[in-house]
């Protein structure tokens, strides 16, 4: 009856979603978004949709747990759906254990989401706080149908595939992440009411993947701070060992040993074929996964999500095949740092132009236009400009033109034309 009625809550939340977009439009309601917490309040001190729903969330994860997760979230459903039809098709993920599921959603929570507002709110402090629930319109932050679509597979169900149950939730989401403390701090946890006869039926059934059994039995109650509170758990013991029940956190007895990835869990006989721990491997496999990451972030448009997502993947199996796919693993890593070294120049090449060091990047952006697999009329025109104050008129005349034949509609050209065509005519007198 629970899972039923999570369910219905998870299929109304979708047709609210649509219900946004096609009826009401971002008139009133503009984008709910966890990141506009970040983004807005914190960034520019405004209080919209977003915001709001960020701060239920947060308040309702201290007295209930992450009820927002498990009963409200899309990707989260998303993701269940995934392992339903792998399931219906004969696909049986093993679910990935490891301290990254902790260290990984917390960096890209504090690198991509609180460091860069709150340096942002330092150089430029609010002037007031304001409430504008229509700010900003619903699209602002999602991202075309091609790498939308490729989210939504990679992230949605490749990444259950790969790394097992809710494997972007608990190895990526930072609004996960965020939630923990409070989730930590909750009134209301899945207890241990006596009488568990240690089937693992809890722990098979867990969305999140969490060794409920081990944890009731040893905690006498769920710590882990993935719980979502869908209560699948007590849904499918067969000896209502367990009950979802208040109690006062000042009461609650809080050990480290309560929240770290103890290598006894996942052993119980009739649930560890299920999971695999890649424990031993964590750091390097961080490491892989923030070089590969940072590597294809933000080219092709892809986003924080997909560009992690892909990196999350491909960095745990390299680690899992290196040695039997040796020359496999190195083509790959090798398609990553041809992708880096294209980040690298751009980077290299705005940073020095905006220092008007016009040598540099020229040198630099000259080597991503070369290299990168898709034209872009930005870089174009960046030089063309340099190649113009350098009064080098004939590259700069070519990259204009490469510029307007990427994109012929845009008429910011004309201008720097004009400037070029009138030097070259006072050069000839």
């Given amino acids: 009856m629970i899972r039923k009625l999570r369910i219905a809550s998870l299929v109304g939340v979708h047709i609210l979603i649509l219900a946004h977009i096609y009826l009401w439009g971002d008139e009133v309601i503009g984008s709910v978004d966890f990141q506009e917490f970040f983004h807005a309040f914190i960034k520019?001190?405004?209080?919209?949709?977003?915001?709001?729903?960020?701060?239920?969330?947060?308040?309702?994860?201290?007295?209930f747990g992450r009820f927002f997760c498990g009963w409200a979230c899309h990707f989260g459903a998303v993701q269940e759906l995934a392992w339903w039809l792998l399931n219906k098709f004969g696909l049986k993920p093993i679910t990935l254990n490891s301290s990254l599921v902790t260290i990984l959603p917390l960096f890209i929570l504090i690198n991509f989401f609180i460091l860069p507002n709150v340096f942002y709110y330092f150089q430029s402090p609010w002037e007031k706080i304001r409430i504008d629930l229509g700010m900003p319109e619903i699209w602002a932050f999602l991202p075309g149908f091609i790498i939308g679509s490729l989210t939504f597979l990679i992230d949605g169900f490749l990444i259950v595939y790969f790394l097992g149950r809710k494997g972007f939730c608990r190895f990526l989401c930072p609004w996960g992440s965020f939630l923990k403390l409070p989730n930590t701090l909750a009134f209301f946890k899945v207890r241990n009411i006596g009488g568990c006869i240690k089937c693992g039926n809890c722990t098979s059934n867990c969305p999140v993947g969490i060794d409920v059994s081990y944890e009731i039995n040893n905690f006498d109650k769920v710590t882990n701070t993935n719980c979502t509170s869908c209560l699948d758990c007590i849904d499918g013991c067969p000896s209502n060992a367990i009950a979802y029940q208040w109690k006062n956190p000042i009461e609650e007895k809080f050990k480290l040993s309560y929240?770290?990835?103890?290598?006894?869990?996942?052993?119980?006989?009739?649930?560890?074929?299920?999971?695999?721990?890649?424990?031993?491997?964590?750091?390097?496999?961080?490491?892989?996964?923030?070089?590969?990451?940072?590597?294809?972030?933000?080219?092709?448009?892809?986003?924080?999500?997909l560009s992690f997502g892909i990196a999350t993947i491909t960095a745990i199996q390299i680690i899992k095949f290196y040695k039997k796919h040796i020359i496999i693993s190195s083509i790959v890593l090798l398609v990553f740092m041809f992708h880096g070294l294209i980040k690298f120049s751009i980077w290299r090449g705005i940073e020095n132009y905006e220092m008007n060091n016009y040598s540099s990047s020229i040198w630099h952006l000259e080597r991503a236009i070369a290299i990168h697999p898709k034209p872009i009329g930005k870089f174009h025109v960046l030089l063309a400009q340099m190649y113009f104050d350098n009064n080098d008129f004939v590259n700069a005349e070519k990259h204009l033109l490469l510029a307007q034949k990427i994109n012929p509609n845009h008429t910011s050209y004309k201008e720097l034309f004009e400037k070029i065509k009138s030097k070259k005519n006072i050069n000839e007198k």
């Fill in 259 to 305: 929240y770290v990835l103890n290598r006894d869990m996942y052993n119980l006989d009739t649930i560890k074929n299920k999971f695999k721990s890649i424990h031993k491997d964590d750091f390097i496999t961080f490491l892989l996964i923030l070089l590969l990451g940072f590597s294809i972030d933000g080219l092709y448009g892809m986003g924080h999500f």
């Fill in 44 to 63: 520019h001190g405004v209080i919209n949709s977003g915001v709001i729903i960020v701060i239920i969330a947060f308040v309702t994860t201290l007295i």
